[in-house]
């Protein structure tokens, strides 16, 4: 699904909102839209973990309706542009199985699996590159790698406001000793552009399910959605 202008951020959250709380989903809506617009809301469903599923339909100012469009609220937060894989884990009464299907993955994990230690390194990761974002106005670049969260680089472009004692005090292999693949590239402008941050599993390779699916901090999401409970 294409993104329109209007829409302001892909996701707006909701401070204590609770679950049955469609008013305060359908002010979100309606607060990220233009101020001339109205808005028609349909299919709320309430789904296991909090979940509210539903469409709405922007009405622009000569009365017109655009396109219906699904919305996700989960977490305290409503997405307006919720992917297939979103709208399929989330918006469904058997969340783990369709985590399980999508990510190749199997449920429960155990506190000492591989599963659980990924899912705890991706997210310090991923927090500490939003941390560094936010003090720097960039992610470290592939030639940087994920030590510039450690340990200060030397290496151009050169972090702006390098926090004392760094991001990580260390930056964690793969269960399986390995590094955690990292990519991002630097854009003829210094922009805080997407990164890919990653694990093959325990094979190494692409593809796999159980020990050897990829997993990345793209799913962490998911992860965290049928992990914490």
């Not at 009464?93 to 991706?122: C, F, H, T, W």
Request: aromatic content about 10%.
């Amino acid at each position: 699904m294409a993104r329109v202008p209007w829409i302001v951020a892909t996701t707006f959250l909701l401070a204590g909102c609770a679950a049955d709380n469609t008013d305060a989903i359908k002010q979100a809506i309606k607060k990220n839209l233009p101020i001339a617009y109205e808005v028609e809301y349909g299919k709320f469903q309430k789904f296991p973990r909090g979940v509210v599923c539903g469409e709405f339909t922007p009405i622009g100012r000569f009365g017109v309706p655009e396109n219906t469009r699904p919305f996700v609220y989960v977490a305290g937060k409503v997405e307006f542009v919720p992917s297939q894989d979103d709208l399929a884990i989330f918006c469904t009464k058997d969340q783990d199985e369709q985590v399980e299907k999508i990510m190749g993955i199997s449920l429960p994990a155990k506190e000492n699996s591989p599963l659980l230690a990924i899912y705890r390194d991706l997210t310090a990761l991923d927090d500490s590159l939003q941390l560094y974002l936010s003090d720097n106005q960039i992610y470290p670049v592939t030639a940087q790698g994920l030590e510039a969260l450690a340990s200060k680089s030397d290496a151009y472009p050169k972090p702006r406001k390098f926090r004392a004692g760094g991001y990580l005090s260390e930056v964690p292999p793969d269960p399986w000793g390995r590094p955690y693949h990292y990519e991002s590239e630097e854009k003829l402008r210094m922009e805080p552009i997407e990164y890919s941050l990653y694990t093959l599993g325990r094979d190494g390779k692409k593809g796999g399910t159980g020990d050897d699916a990829d997993i990345s901090s793209l799913q962490l999401k998911y992860l965290k959605h049928v992990l914490e409970k």
